[in-house]
């Protein structure tokens, strides 16, 4: 079945970094491409950034332009979203999934606050 580990979450200061990684099995994770998400406190759950099977190409939401980078690596089935700059409007539950995907992992925390 398929199975999202996300870690790699904590507590940051406004301008700090964090590198999130999304562990995935149950699937042919090398086929397909990934997205990362993210869900604040009394918000819905947003896409925040994609990257192709083959990591040729990717695409981000307006906000994390410029920040946030997502990578993968097909032989760990990992896909990972390195964030610099945070900001607390960054804090939320960020998850990993494929396009469609409807079992989610159980995601990990971001805090940005000083």
């Known amino acids: 079945q398929v199975q999202l580990v996300e870690s790699g979450g904590g507590l940051v200061q406004p301008g700090g970094s964090l590198r999130l990684s999304c562990a995935a099995s149950g699937f042919t994770f090398r086929t397909v491409p990934m997205r990362w998400y993210r869900q604040a406190p009394g918000k819905e759950r947003e896409w925040v950034a994609t990257?192709?099977?083959?990591?040729?190409?990717?695409t981000y939401t307006n906000s994390v332009k410029g920040r946030f980078t997502i990578s993968r690596d097909n032989v760990k089935n990992t896909v990972y979203l390195q964030m610099t700059s945070l900001k607390p409007e960054d804090t939320a539950v960020y998850y990993c999934?494929?396009?469609?995907?409807?079992?989610w992992g159980q995601g990990t925390q971001v805090t940005v606050s000083s």
């Open positions: 990257i192709t099977a083959t990591a040729d190409f990717t």
């Open positions: 999934n494929r396009i469609g995907g409807t079992t």
